[in-house]
């Protein structure tokens, strides 16, 4: 192979990892210690829930804070977002962390089922210094819930936004609460 040549194959192998200078990857879970493995090498398989809606949204959309070079633990699911330098895990099911929800999102009350309209999703995001739990979904607009929802964040210390639809969404709220706690955890490693 010619100079020229070698160092065209050295660039192709450089550039292949995908990754980019100034974003390392974790090679352990930031969140359990458990192994890691690239997303792209992780199949969504749509018969079952997402393993990470924060990963796999399944909408229309791509998901712009993941790259394929990123990383997912095989333990806990949290995954790594070099571009956000967060572990998130989001899951409709509550009970599903391996780490717990705080209690004053798990007990957060839920409207009816016939007035959720959209998917409850429940988060839990680790970042340099700082952990958050959340809660979200659309809801009917009902202001007696709406109340409750009020009264039970100021007694909880939750951040409550509730942000009103328009159009299509019309009548409808948007319900997001997080809990935000003070983390030791290095999210990187
Ligand atoms: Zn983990």
Same mark, same amino acid.
């Given at each position: 192979?010619?100079?020229?040549?070698?160092?065209?194959?050295?660039?192709?192998?450089?550039?292949?990892?995908?990754?980019?200078?100034?974003?390392?990857?974790?090679?352990?879970?930031?969140?359990? @210690? =458990?192994?890691?493995? %690239?997303?792209?090498?992780?199949?969504? $398989?749509?018969?079952? /829930? #997402?393993?990470?809606?924060?990963?796999?949204?399944?909408?229309?959309?791509?998901?712009?804070?993941?790259?394929?070079?990123?990383?997912?633990?095989?333990?806990?699911?949290?995954?790594?977002?070099t571009m956000?330098?967060?572990?998130?895990?989001?899951?409709?099911?509550? @009970? =599903?962390?391996?780490? %717990?929800?705080?209690?004053?999102?798990? $007990?957060?009350?839920? /409207? #009816?089922?016939?007035?959720?309209?959209?998917?409850?999703?429940?988060?839990q995001t680790?970042?340099?210094?700082?952990?958050?739990?959340?809660?979200?979904?659309?809801c009917l607009?009902?202001?007696?819930?709406?109340?409750?929802?009020?009264?039970?964040?100021?007694?909880? @210390?939750?951040?409550?936004?509730?942000?009103?639809?328009?159009?299509?969404?019309?009548?409808?709220?948007?319900?997001?609460?997080?809990?935000?706690?003070?983390?030791?955890?290095?999210?990187?490693?």
């Open positions: 192979m010619t100079r020229i040549g070698s160092i065209l194959t050295l660039c192709l192998v450089l550039c292949g990892c995908g990754r980019h200078i100034g974003d390392p990857v974790p090679s352990s879970c930031g969140v359990c @210690g =458990g192994n890691v493995v %690239p997303i792209s090498s992780v199949a969504d $398989d749509r018969i079952k /829930p #997402s393993r990470n809606i924060s990963v796999w949204n399944r909408s229309i959309c791509a998901n712009p804070f993941y790259r394929d070079s990123d990383v997912i633990c095989t333990k806990c699911a949290h995954a790594y977002s956000l330098k967060a572990w998130s895990l989001a899951l409709q099911d509550s @009970g =599903g962390f391996q780490k %717990p929800l705080h209690v004053s999102i798990l $007990d957060f009350p839920l /409207p #009816s089922s016939s007035n959720v309209t959209f998917g409850i999703v429940y988060r680790l970042a340099a210094s700082n952990r958050t739990d959340s809660v979200s979904f659309w607009d009902d202001e007696q819930y709406l109340a409750i929802i009020q009264r039970y964040s100021g007694s909880s @210390g939750l951040s409550l936004r509730e942000t009103k639809g328009n159009g299509r969404l019309t009548n409808q709220v948007h319900v997001l609460a997080e809990h935000k706690m003070r983390s030791n955890k290095t999210p990187g490693n």
